[in-house]
């Protein structure tokens, strides 16, 4: 037998707080929301171009943002997480030089590189002028660092990564 659903409502605390300004060479920008204690990181680009990837982040549930960084300027589909220490770590696609790769960057809150590197390394795709990436999202789990992404030089293959760290 069905039971009554216990009706619970939302309350709305902020609306149309602005966060940034969409870089002038982006069109529709698509973004994603990642929260960790408190902690807030909006990342956008746009969803159908190679451009710049923009990350923000707010330390107050999102009453203040910080200034937008560009986290690669020829690139696609930005996923990013806190870590426990406050240090933000990144993955997206990476199509400089004409080849594609799953960048990864770990920066400080001041948005200083900590560490750069590819977790799949570049390589030039046949489709290049019409490829635009594969989706792929990061998470963050105590001292474990967990991805997906697609491996396109691979046969398509769905791969998954996970570091300690």
């Not at 300004?21 to 190679?50: D, Y």
């Not at 390589?123 to 396109?152: C, M, S, V, W």
Request: hydrophobic content about 40%.
């Amino acid at each position: 037998m069905l039971q009554p659903v216990k009706q619970r409502w939302i309350v709305l605390l902020s609306i149309n707080l602005s966060v940034a300004q969409v870089s002038p060479t982006l069109g529709a920008a698509m973004s994603e929301l990642f929260c960790f204690n408190n902690k807030l990181i909006i990342t956008w680009q746009n969803a159908h171009q190679r451009g710049e990837t923009w990350l923000s982040y707010s330390t107050d549930e999102g009453d203040k943002w910080s200034e937008p960084v560009v986290v690669c300027k020829f690139a696609n589909l930005l996923s990013a997480v806190f870590d426990k220490k406050g240090d933000i770590h990144c993955i997206y696609s990476d199509f400089g030089n004409e080849k594609h790769a799953v960048g990864y960057k770990k920066m400080n809150s001041q948005f200083q590189v900590l560490k750069e590197s590819y977790i799949l390394p570049q390589f030039t795709h046949p489709d290049f002028k019409e490829y635009l990436g594969a989706y792929q999202r990061l998470l963050i789990e105590d001292k474990n660092l967990y991805a997906f992404y697609i491996d396109y030089a691979n046969n398509n293959t769905l791969k998954f990564a996970k570091w300690k760290f």
